[in-house]
């Protein structure tokens, strides 16, 4: 584990900033705002960035009392997440995506995680799964886990931004999300902390992550295409151990050869030979 330098206690800092970024949401952002209000640890201040929504959003959240709103054009939800730390005044930070929900003690537990476990930086709980209406059990692929992690994160993004809660001072560490990306912009950030820091897990599903809608990024097509362009950064600034750096260049081989062959499919031919030239680059430096 890195070393840490004067660890902040919750006891002496016990505000937590709550930001939850949201786009054309309104149909479930008030549902997200109430379950922030109903949590039984009042110490937090709560931040909402609207990323340029179009719907009754603005109208909604006027009628919102003890809310801070940040109002931007439509720049996505990594420059939504990066206003609200900037803005946020607590030592602890903790993420809510507009269409999940929190169980009343999520705030309070991993405070108390924070305070019993004063060397940590990071956290997450567990979650109940819905997906259009319904209830569903994770596979054991999407299993979490609690330490080091990083080899099995390269696969798929095993934390989730509304279970989190992370110290602040870890952002001035690894960076704010990468607002290139606009997708896996979590992915990307996760192993850049996984790499260096434990991420430890909180067995008590505090978070009700609700899927299926249109809108949700993680549906989205072609995602492999963003998870190559954080792998390739890890490799390209260093600092990973041998192991690390050669389960990410596997990893990086096996999606460039995913998004090469779904290029072929729909006739991309140049992007497809970009991929291909890429995975043979770092075969080949496998190999020296």
């Not at 994160?153 to 279970?163: D, G, H, I």
């Not at 151990?241 to 031919?269: N, W, Y």
């Amino acid at each position: 584990m890195q070393a840490i330098n004067n660890p902040i206690d919750v006891r002496d800092d016990p505000l937590i900033s709550v930001i939850i970024p949201t786009y054309n949401r309104s149909w479930c952002l008030k549902e997200a705002i109430d379950s922030v209000s109903s949590q039984t640890y009042k110490q937090y201040e709560l931040i909402v960035v609207d990323d340029g929504s179009t719907d009754d959003t603005k109208k909604l959240l006027s009628q919102c009392n003890g809310i801070s709103v940040i109002r931007q054009t439509n720049q996505g939800v990594s420059t939504a997440r990066n206003r609200g730390i900037a803005a946020s005044r607590g030592g602890l930070i903790a993420f809510l995506d507009s269409d999940d929900l929190w169980l009343p003690d999520k705030l309070a537990v991993q405070a108390a995680f924070f305070d019993q476990n004063p060397e940590a930086m990071i956290c997450q709980t567990q979650e109940i799964w819905i997906r259009n209406g319904k209830q569903l059990n994770p596979k054991n692929r999407h299993r979490k886990a609690s330490g080091y992690f990083f080899e099995r994160s390269l696969e798929l993004c095993l934390v989730s931004p509304s279970a989190v809660m992370i110290k602040r001072r870890l952002f001035d560490e690894v960076g704010y999300f990468d607002e290139h990306l606009p997708a896996c912009e979590d992915y990307d950030l996760w192993l850049r902390i996984g790499a260096h820091w434990p991420i430890f897990l909180i067995d008590d599903s505090l978070v009700v992550k609700r899927g299926g809608h249109a809108d949700q990024l993680s549906s989205a097509p072609g995602l492999d295409q963003y998870r190559i362009q954080s792998i390739l950064k890890l490799l390209e600034n260093g600092g990973l151990s041998r192991e690390q750096q050669s389960a990410a260049t596997d990893m990086l081989l096996k999606k460039c050869h995913i998004v090469a062959a779904g290029c072929r499919k729909r006739g991309k031919i140049e992007e497809m030979q970009y991929y291909l030239d890429l995975s043979h680059k770092y075969s080949d430096s496998l190999q020296l």
